[in-house]
C-alpha cells in the first residue's frame, strides 16, 4: 500500500476543477492545486485579498511586492484579472459566487463538519483569516487532508473534537488513501490506493465507511 | 479651496488621543500605512484599540506600536502573519488583548459603520465559538449570528495616487482594507506614494472619493 504524497493530493483535487470555475484555493496544501489544472480548462483563482484571476508564482525578476496571495507569498495576476477591495472579495465569498473552495483541515466529521482554524494550543495566538466565511459561503467546499496525524489518529471522525469552522459543509474530502464523499448514506469511498481494502480504510478511519459500488482505485502520477 | 494635504507626518496623525479606535489599513505589510504607524507611535499616543487584518510585521508599524507598549486590544482576523514576534510576546505575557474576528466579518463590520447601518445578520461563525453569546436568527433555514458596526475615531490607511480632494487610487492588492477603512472613521489619515493634479486622476478609477478622506501625506 503506498499512500498519495502531498502533491499527489493536489494532483489528484485539481482533476476534478471543473472548466469555468471560480475556485478559492486554501493555504497549504490546497494552495498546490493550481500546479496541476489539467490542460485546456480555463479556472479563476479568487484570493480573499482581493485578486481575482491569481496567476502562479512569479518568476525571477518580475515580482511586485504589492502582489500576494492569502499566505503573503508573492504571486501574479492572469490577463482578464482584477482587484477589488476586501468587502467585495467576502461578497464573492459568503454570497455563493465562488464555485469551489478547496480547504485543509484539522478534522471533517462524518456530517461534513470542518474543523480547520484552531487546536486551541495555548503556545499560540487563535486566528481564524477567511476560513469561516469560505465554509458557509463557496457553493461546495472541499478539503485536502492527510488521512491521518502524524502519530496516526484520524481525521476523518464522527464527530470534531476541535472547534468548528463551520457544520455540515463539507461535500468531498482527498486523503493520502482515499477519495471520500460526504453523503445522506454516510461517508462513501469512492476511491482508495492500492493495496488497501475497506476494513483496512476503516481502521484508519473513526467516521463510519460506505463503500460506494463504482468505487475505483485512487491513483495519482509521480508529481 | 480644499487641500488635504499636509506638510509632514507628524502634522498627519497630530491630535490622536489615548484610547483611540485606530483602523490600520493593510493585509500583511501589503498596503499597510507603516510611516503614519511609525509617526504616531512617535506621538507617545497610548491605550490604542487597533483594528487590522493581522497583528503587525517585524517591528514596525503596527508591530512598532505593539512593541512599545501603545496598544490595549488589538482586533483582527488572523493576528499571526510574516514574522509576528512583537504580538506573540505581548500576547503571551498577557500585555494585550485580542479579538478574533472572522475576515469577511471585520471587513463588513466596518462597512456598516460606514453606511451607517446598527448591525446584520452573517452566517459566517454562526454555530462556532465565534458566534457563541451572539444573538442567532434562523433565516431562510439557515442560522444567523447579529454582528455590529465598527465605527472608529481614525483609520491609517495607505494608497498609491491621490489628489488635493482626497481622491485615491491603489495598486494591485495592496487596495485590501484601505477603501472600507477610509469610509468607517471619523478622521482618515493616508500615506500616498505620489500627490497628482486634480483632475489628473481617471474618474473611472478613483476606488476611494475624496468625500471620505481628511488628511493625506506623502511617504
Excluded at chain 1, 500576494?68 to 501574479?76: D, E, P, R, S, V
Excluded at chain 2, 483602523?23 to 499616543?45: K, Y
Excluded at chain 2, 482576523?77 to 500576547?91: C, G, K
Aim: charged share 25%; aromatic share 6%; net charge neutral.
Amino acid at each position: 500500500m503506498k499512500p498519495l504524497s502531498r502533491r499527489q493530493i493536489a494532483w489528484r483535487a485539481a482533476q476534478d476543477i471543473e472548466d469555468g470555475a471560480y475556485v478559492n484555493l486554501g493555504i497549504g496544501l490546497p494552495t498546490l492545486c493550481s500546479d496541476f489544472i489539467p490542460v485546456g480548462r480555463e479556472i479563476v483563482f479568487h484570493s480573499e485579498n482581493g485578486i481575482l484571476g491569481m496567476g502562479p508564482a512569479p518568476t525571477p525578476g518580475s515580482e511586485d511586492p504589492d502582489l500576494i496571495n492569502a499566505g503573503k507569498q508573492l504571486t501574479t495576476l492572469v490577463s482578464g484579472g482584477s482587484f477589488f477591495h476586501h468587502n467585495d472579495a467576502f461578497l464573492m465569498i459568503r454570497g455563493g459566487h465562488i464555485d469551489v473552495a478547496l480547504l485543509g483541515a484539522f478534522e471533517v466529521s462524518a456530517d461534513g463538519d470542518l474543523a480547520n482554524w484552531t487546536t486551541e494550543d495555548p503556545n499560540f495566538s487563535p486566528g481564524v483569516g477567511g476560513a469561516m466565511d469560505l465554509a458557509v459561503g463557496a457553493k461546495e467546499v472541499r478539503v485536502l487532508v492527510e488521512h491521518t496525524t502524524k502519530d496516526g489518529r484520524p481525521r476523518i471522525r464522527r464527530r470534531c473534537a476541535y472547534p468548528l469552522t463551520a457544520a455540515r459543509c463539507v461535500k468531498r474530502v482527498y486523503t493520502t488513501l482515499a477519495v471520500l464523499d460526504i453523503a445522506k448514506e454516510g461517508v462513501v469511498v469512492r476511491e482508495m490506493v492500492e493495496g488497501l481494502d475497506l476494513a483496512g480504510l476503516q481502521a484508519q478511519t473513526e467516521a463510519e465507511l460506505v463503500l460506494a459500488n463504482d468505487w475505483k482505485r485512487l491513483a495519482a502520477p509521480q508529481v | 479651496m480644499i487641500n488635504k494635504l499636509v506638510p509632514s507626518l507628524r502634522d498627519a496623525v497630530a491630535g490622536i488621543k489615548d484610547g483611540a479606535i485606530v483602523l490600520c489599513g493593510g493585509f500583511g505589510q501589503v498596503g499597510e500605512p507603516v510611516a503614519l504607524l511609525n509617526a504616531l507611535r512617535d506621538t507617545g499616543v497610548r491605550d490604542l484599540v487597533c483594528v487590522a487584518n493581522n497583528a503587525g510585521t517585524g517591528e514596525e508599524g503596527l508591530a512598532g506600536l505593539i512593541k512599545d507598549g501603545r496598544v490595549r486590544k488589538v482586533i483582527c482576523s488572523f493576528p499571526r502573519t510574516t514574522d509576528p514576534h512583537v504580538f506573540e510576546a505581548a500576547y503571551k505575557a498577557g500585555r494585550i488583548e485580542l479579538e478574533v474576528v472572522p475576515q469577511g466579518t471585520l471587513s463588513e463590520r466596518m462597512r456598516a459603520g460606514a453606511a451607517g447601518i446598527g448591525g446584520f445578520f452573517i452566517r459566517t461563525a454562526a454555530g462556532t465559538k465565534l458566534g457563541m453569546g451572539k444573538e442567532t436568527r434562523e433565516i431562510g433555514g439557515e442560522l444567523y449570528v447579529l454582528e455590529e458596526p465598527i465605527k472608529a475615531d481614525i483609520a491609517l490607511c495607505r494608497a498609491d495616487r491621490a489628489d488635493r480632494w482626497g481622491n485615491l487610487t491603489y495598486r494591485k492588492s495592496a487596495r485590501n482594507f484601505n477603501p472600507v477603512m477610509a469610509m468607517a472613521a471619523a478622521l482618515t489619515v493616508v500615506q500616498v506614494r505620489e500627490m497628482v493634479a486634480l483632475g489628473a486622476l481617471d474618474p473611472e478609477c478613483i476606488a476611494t472619493p475624496g468625500i471620505f478622506v481628511d488628511r493625506l501625506v506623502v511617504a
